[in-house]
């Protein structure tokens, strides 16, 4: 049977050429969410949402929307070995809720006036294991190529700034995208648009005090995405993602990683210390990194360190970040190819002063990951001498 997003495709498709010429991009009033998925509210929403009739009608009356194939299947409490306790759950999207004694690293964290850094600490990683990422669902999209996916994230840099988002906005959308893919099978490349738009739409209503409107996310599209489109897309997203919607994100890492290196002795983690300059030249690297569909490969918090050690000597970062040398290797070709480009500079946002380096800004980001792959390939292939340097042995 169809999945829900092939279902929503078709009938974009089909809308579109019952319009009108001279109609193009009319669409009937759909009501819009004015209100955030802030931790507390996300959850009435989420009650809305699965009202049973209102699921039923959905399911029943209106095949586009959903299929029975996409009714999720309930999880699974097991007992595994090293005290763990697994939920196990057949679906791709669904979190495996881990909860470990001694798997996990120690936590770096200092003495926190306003909780116990253990306690923070191991909810931060559970976070990590519990959102699952992985560059695997590009087997299951045959239409769908790497570079589609940085393009798409690119754009969504661009309209970040646009709207004045902030970068963790940004990457709550990645993190939802890449997380989705991984929960369908057989996407085509004329919705990713459509797929990539909703993601941020949700995390502006996650993360911002004031998120852009409905109709400035279609706007953005021009006329690509309708609004109704983009309502539907998330309920889709929202359903898949089983409303985990709160993920440690490679940002918010870097900013606690660099928030510890530079933090002076009897300080606080909730004061801003570390240079606004220096977070933004590290925040390109990590924006350049996540655009490559191989930084999938590694955990956010892995990433984040790797990041700092290119600004930063090693023995330090290491002091508070696992094992990371396989993924600072990966990331040289990146980091030089940033270095090439010169230092990114601090912007100047209206009504925006003290959080101005928290403001998502793009680059010429495609450019940056064309000459980085050309160097890992280098790297990989090293150019062969030339006839005249070569050595004889006879």
Known sequence: MLNSVYCLCSGRLQKRSENAPGQKGKVNKVRTHKTHYSEGYHMALFCYYTDKHFLDGLIHSNSNFFSAANVTKPCIITEVPEKEVRIDCDEPGCPV???????????????LGWGFSEDVWMKMVSKEQNYRHSKSFMQKHPRIQPRMRSILLDW????????????????????????????????EKGVLQLIGIT??????????????????????????????????MELIILKELRWNLCPETAVSWLKLYFQMASMSANSDLLEPQFPQDAYVQMTRLLDLCILNINSLDFQYRVLAASVLCHFLQQETVEKISDVIQPCVNWMAPFAESVSQFGRATLRDFVRIKDDRHNIQTHTDYMTMLEDASLKEVNRQFPTPPSSTEKTCNH
């Open 97 to 111: 809720l881990i909860a470990r004694d001694s798997s996990v690293q120690p936590s770096p964290l200092p003495h």
């Open 199 to 232: 993601c941020l739409f949700i995390a502006s209503k996650m993360e911002e005090a004031c998120p852009p409107k409905l109709s400035q996310m279609a706007y953005v599209t021009a006329g690509t995405c309708y609004e109704d489109e983009i309502l539907q």
């Open 156 to 187: 969504l840099i661009e309209v970040s700034e646009a709207y004045t988002l902030h970068r963790q906005t940004f990457y709550l959308a990645q993190d939802y995208f890449d997380r989705f893919m991984l929960t369908q099978n057989n996407i």
